[in-house]
């Protein structure tokens, strides 16, 4: 019975041993010819023979639906499985939004190491020993003794840059950078800058309009106007602080720019002749305009989002949105 493979041939194994003209039943009925003295022992192996092919049936027949039930039907015409498929990141898709949109103007793009000296960090961009931006309150150290600190910006990229390639340069340099800042609304303590940097005999002012105009148009419409604030960068020099005009109401005033038509964007200027010292470029022959921008600022107004900690939670309900 055991090695019935299906439940025609079960059966038909079962009738030939215990159908009510089976060789059991056959037995039983030759009982009648055997000794009187031998009957009851033959009687009682017959039964026990019985009660053990019906034991066996039993099992063989309950193996055979266990079998049946565990077999996969496949229905090749059913429509496939979707598996769910993720979707970049809301900060790479404004980075590379923002990436093309230079590259275009001609910029390529830099890398530089996220731990960085403080010469990189701090010294060759003109900013002085004792200078707060230097204080513990505001930069993470790796070493202290060490001058080696998390870098606080994009900036020194720009000196790297400068370092390894003579004029005309023309890069832009996304990354993370790193302060010592409480997470709140609109705080964190790494987040994304990008930062542009172009060097060549007769760049001015014009040109950094031109260039930061062309990005805001590009990035949120034509309709889209700039301003520059005077400001003061230790790397810049003239310094300015530009606004876009606001992407929510379009320059008319509303809550997002608390009446003012403008959003602050970030910080640009001329570079300092005093940075070119460091990297060995002639100040007299050459100019040039550097500026930044923070990416989760640019994405917070793109997607109209209020708060910079949706951007770090990886929550599914806010990242399925992009
Ligand atoms: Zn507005």
């Known amino acids: 019975m055991k090695n ?18 089976g060789e059991l039943a056959d037995l039983f009925q030759a009982i009648g010819t055997v000794p009187e003295s031998e009957r009851r022992e033959i009687g009682r192996l017959l039964n026990a023979t019985k009660t053990h092919l019906l034991e066996s049936f039993e099992k063989a027949s309950n193996a055979l639906q266990n079998r049946a039930d565990n077999v996969e039907t496949v229905d090749l015409t059913l429509p496939g499985d979707r598996l769910p498929l993720g979707s970049l990141h809301p900060l790479t898709q404004v980075t590379r939004e923002i990436k093309s949109c230079f590259q275009s103007m001609g910029f390529t793009v830099a890398q530089g ?11 060759a961009l003109n900013i002085p020993r004792g200078h707060p931006a230097r ?4 930069t993470l150290f790796i ?11 994009t900036s020194p990229v720009q000196i790297h840059v400068m370092e390894n390639q003579s004029p005309p340069v023309r890069v832009i340099a996304p990354g993370r950078v790193y302060r010592r800042d409480t997470p709140d609304a609109s705080h964190s303590p790494v987040f994304h ?4 940097l172009a060097v060549d005999e007769g760049i001015n002012f014009a ?23 005077p400001s003061f960068f230790p790397f810049t020099e003239p310094s300015a602080e530009y606004d876009f005009s606001c992407v929510i109401c379009r320059g008319k005033g509303c809550r997002v720019c608390q009446g003012t038509g403008w959003i602050e964007i970030s910080g640009a200027g001329m570079v300092n002749p005093a940075v070119y010292q460091y990297v060995h470029y002639d100040a007299e022959k050459y100019t040039g305009f550097a500026f930044g921008m923070g990416v ?7 997607y109209e989002i209020n708060d910079i900690r949706y951007f770090y939670e990886n929550d599914i309900r806010f990242l399925r949105q992009f």
Request: hydrophobic content about 35%.
């Open 4 to 21: 019935a493979d299906s439940d025609e041939a079960l059966e038909s194994v079962r009738i030939q041993y215990l159908g009510r003209k």
């Open 113 to 123: 190491p996220e731990i960085e000296t403080e010469y990189y960090n701090f010294d």
């Open 135 to 138: 204080d513990m309150q505001d």
């Open 143 to 153: 070493s202290e003794a060490d001058e080696i600190v998390l870098r606080t910006h």
């Open 193 to 196: 800058q990008i930062e542009g």
């Open 207 to 229: 040109d950094l309009k031109g260039t930061i105009l062309n990005f805001a148009q590009r990035m949120f419409g034509s309709d889209m106007q700039i301003r520059f604030r």
């Open 296 to 302: 989760e600022r640019i994405a917070m107004l793109m």
